[in-house]
């Protein structure tokens, strides 16, 4: 599987950003695509995930400001960023792996190179 990646870059507080990502490969047994990211000395973190059939989960921090979006061409997703925060700095990477129909979302050991995202203050 591989994940391609593109967005990022450098943004005022309160601006926007948009975040995309496309699989390919031998992505059968994938039904969804997610954005993590991870700010110096901190873990990653689930940002967002959106299966296939259009259901999304998001990290608590980045509620209401953050929408997911399958993409219009197969196995893409977007990742629209507003309101963005300082907070919000860190290096973002497109994962890809299984929505659980409990709302959990897996991560597989497939990731795209990171995007780094910095909003200053």
């Known amino acids: 599987v591989q994940l391609q990646a593109s967005g990022g870059g450098l943004v005022q507080t309160g601006g926007s950003l948009r975040l995309s990502c496309a699989a390919s490969g031998n992505i059968a047994n994938i039904n969804a695509i997610a954005w993590y990211r991870q700010a110096p000395g901190e873990e990653r973190e689930l940002v967002a995930a959106?299966?296939?059939?259009?259901?999304?989960k998001y990290g608590d921090s980045v509620k209401g400001r953050f929408t997911i979006s399958r993409g219009k061409v197969k196995n893409t997703a977007d990742l629209q960023m507003d309101s963005l925060k300082p907070e919000d700095t860190a290096v973002y990477y497109c994962n890809a792996g299984t929505y659980y129909s409990d709302g959990t979302y897996h991560s597989w050991r497939y990731w795209g190179p990171g995007t780094l995202v910095t909003v200053s203050s």
């Open positions: 959106v299966s296939t059939a259009g259901n999304t």
